[in-house]
């Protein structure tokens, strides 16, 4: 099929790639020059295990192709995959200026039916007015469905290709048809990539879930909105597991082996950030809001989330007492491991909070260097682990980079002035480091670390 995606952002260009591989003609549109020629050259604008990957044999076989030009878009596909940025307005609504913009330009460039897909993360009832919109513009017999993105930023790409579910938002049997032809080949697994790094079910087929066009949208809110709230529930255990001595892990543990709660998303650390997670979270109690609906639960998890950052500088301040002048190594700068985003990144907001105090902080990502230097030029970086420790009075783990537990932390140590060890994702084990000679704190583990009745998790 030939199919067009419009906005080469972490989403549309995953997504451009993606359909690309499994065989249809993309036609990836961005309105930022610099990037479409970097795009052409098979250079990525952010780090994304596979991406590039994907990029260089498709541009070669001439499946994805490039364009500044939504009308070109409108031209090339009657699909079209609405990939543009939704960010948070100051109340906490979704900016929706863009996603109008480009139905806008789609309306007056159309020369026959489009179907626009919602691939953005929107509020619920924003294919309605897109419909409105389309019809006011000039393309009246036009449609909108949605189809709301599950991507987890460092397995993106894993994702797409073989995913938990496709949802599918329609309201026409010609919708619904179209968007089951686009994602056949992934339903039935009928590609040959297939990841190096990970374990992938290549049995059966993907499960496609299709309801209504609103049912679709409230999907996506809610199932980030439920992820923020086990993350946000562990947290809020780990406060009392430090209080009386119990270790948050194997608390999780017990917790995940039974069926219906299940092990992901119950670790206990500095927060959830990333630019996913709390602008939905935002988002989807400003919907229940202005339909009259009480999600106050939502508010207290954002709560919890933002009190996690709160409480692991306080637990700095309490072993240094003074902050002002004392150098502190901080591993990691990006939300997660395995990209180098750092939008709404805990660890952004710690290192922050500190230089605001005074403190000199020397901070190492394996791959947000590049982004920190553009985007946060106030934070001192040190090109390794071990360089950042240098002279340190504390070494703060911020990011669960699993290249950090590779580090000889015996001579990170000895190059510290005080091996103070604060591990706000529980990356170390508490016992090793305390034989290493480490003042260790982790987040909900207690000043010692509880029993273990099974292996360590």
Not at 194 to 204: A, I, M
């Amino acid at each position: 099929m030939k199919v067009s995606v419009i906005g080469a952002g972490h989403v549309g260009l995953v997504a451009g790639a993606c359909l690309a591989e499994i065989g249809h003609d993309v036609l990836c549109v961005d309105n930022d020059p610099r990037k479409l020629e970097a795009l052409a050259a098979g250079r990525t604008p952010f780090f994304e295990p596979h991406l590039e990957e994907l990029l260089t044999r498709n541009i070669a076989a001439g499946r994805l192709h490039w364009s500044a030009s939504i009308a070109e878009g409108a031209e090339h596909a009657d699909v079209l995959f609405l990939c543009v940025g939704t960010p948070p307005l100051p109340d906490g609504e979704a900016d929706m200026s863009a996603v109008e913009a480009v139905a806008r330009q789609i309306a007056v460039a159309a020369r026959s039916p489009k179907l626009l897909v919602e691939k953005s993360t929107v509020p619920v009832q924003t294919g309605e007015r897109l419909e409105k919109t389309l019809a006011v513009y000039g393309a009246a017999e036009s449609e909108v469905a949605s189809n709301p993105e599950f991507l987890a930023e460092g397995t993106a790409v894993v994702d797409f290709l073989f995913p938990s579910r496709i949802v599918i938002g329609v309201e026409s049997e010609w919708a619904e048809g179209l968007l089951r032809e686009v994602y056949e080949p992934i339903v039935q697994r009928a590609f040959s990539w297939r990841p190096s790094d990970v374990e992938v079910d290549t049995e059966g087929q993907a499960p496609l879930i299709a309801a209504n066009r609103n049912t679709a949208e409230i999907i996506k809110h809610a199932s980030n909105s439920f992820l923020s709230t086990k993350i946000s529930y562990i947290n809020m255990v780990s406060r009392l597991c430090d209080a009386v001595g119990a270790d948050v892990r194997l608390v999780a543990a017990g917790m995940g082996l039974d069926a219906r709660i299940g092990p992901k998303f119950l670790q206990a650390g500095i927060g959830f950030g990333g630019f996913c997670f709390p602008k939905d979270l935002q988002s989807f109690i400003r919907m229940a809001e202005k339909n009259g609906c009480d999600f106050s639960l939502l508010r207290e998890i954002e709560r919890i989330n933002a009190g996690q950052v709160d409480r692991f500088v306080q637990t700095l301040r309490d072993e240094l007492w003074i902050l002002k002048g004392k150098r502190i190594a901080a591993w990691g700068l990006a939300f997660k491991p395995h990209t180098d985003d750092m939008r709404f990144s805990p660890a952004v907001s710690v290192i922050q909070r500190l230089q605001a105090e005074g403190a000199r902080v020397v901070a190492y990502d394996p791959q947000a260097a590049d982004e920190a230097a553009r985007e946060a030029p106030g934070i001192e970086l040190a090109d390794s682990a071990e360089a950042a420790a240098d002279r340190a009075e504390a070494l703060l783990i911020l990011t669960d980079w699993p290249q950090f537990r590779q580090v000889d932390l015996a001579a990170v140590k000895a190059r510290m002035v005080r091996p103070l060890l604060l591990d706000g994702r529980n990356l170390l084990d508490p016992e090793s480091m305390s034989a290493l000679g480490f003042e260790y704190h982790g987040v909900g583990r207690g000043r010692r670390t509880a029993m273990r009745l099974a292996p360590a998790v």
